[in-house]
C-alpha cells in the first residue's frame, strides 16, 4: 500500500507554467512506476506521463509531449510534474498514481491513486 497525496494545482494563464507535487509514504516507493493522469469534466481519464522507479525512463502522452516533463526524488518520496506552454485544453483535475507495471499509459494499470489537484488555464 502507498498513499498519494498531490499539490501545487491552480490558476494560470494560457502560455504559463506550474509544477505540481506528488507525496507518496511508505518506504516502499521506489519499488513503484509513477504516473500522472488527468481529468475534464465530461471526458476520460486521460494518460499524462509515466515514470519508471529507478527515474531513468519516462513516457508521455502525444498532447503534452515537449511541454511536460515527469520527474521523481525516491530519498524524498515525490514526484513531480512540470508543466510549461500551458494551454486551456490542459485545465483539468490532474492525479498522481503508482503502478507495478511497466510503461504503463492506461488507468487501469495503476493500483493506488491520490485525491487530484485542480490545474485551471485560462484563455
Known amino acids: 500500500q502507498v498513499q498519494l497525496v498531490e499539490s501545487g494545482g491552480g490558476l494560470v494563464q494560457a502560455g504559463g507554467s506550474l509544477r505540481l507535487s506528488c507525496a507518496a509514504s511508505g518506504r516502499a516507493f521506489s519499488t513503484y512506476a509513477m504516473g500522472w493522469f488527468r481529468q475534464a469534466p465530461g471526458k476520460e481519464r486521460e494518460f499524462v506521463a509515466h515514470?519508471?522507479?529507478?527515474?531513468?525512463?519516462?513516457y508521455y502522452g502525444d498532447s503534452v509531449k515537449g511541454r511536460f516533463s515527469i520527474s521523481r526524488d525516491n530519498a524524498k518520496n515525490t514526484v513531480d510534474l512540470q508543466m510549461n506552454s500551458l494551454k486551456p485544453e490542459d485545465t483539468a483535475v490532474y492525479y498522481c498514481a503508482a503502478t507495478v507495471q511497466f510503461r504503463a499509459t492506461h488507468h487501469s494499470d495503476y493500483d493506488y491513486w491520490g485525491q487530484g489537484t485542480q490545474v485551471t488555464v485560462s484563455s
Open positions: 515514470i519508471s522507479r529507478s527515474g531513468i525512463s519516462t
